[in-house]
């Protein structure tokens, strides 16, 4: 009998956040909601720091990060509500 393992690839942040990447200023993002660099917010959601070791967010810094984007989704949308159309 034959036995497989499967290894399954997890994914960085980046490719989490493909669909809006180019829409966001991670930079920005990083300064408002984290009060750190952009270096450092670029390497976490790379998944290797600047020793090309593997990093990640902890459970915290993903939490801060989905809060981030629903305020920034909750911001857009108020700006987007205030457009007068008529």
């Known amino acids: 009998m034959e036995q497989t393992t499967t290894f399954e690839k997890k994914l960085t942040m980046y490719q989490q956040l493909a669909d809006i990447d180019e829409n966001i200023s991670w930079g920005a993002l990083a300064k408002e909601y984290f ?3 952009a270096s450092w917010f670029y390497h976490k959601m790379d998944g290797v720091d600047g020793n090309r070791k593997p990093t ?4 915290e810094e993903r939490k801060l990060l989905k ?8 911001r857009i949308r108020r700006a987007a509500d205030r457009i007068e159309t008529i």
């Open 35 to 37: 009060n750190k660099s």
């Open 67 to 74: 809060g981030a984007l629903c305020d920034l989704a909750e």
């Open 56 to 59: 990640e967010f902890n459970l």
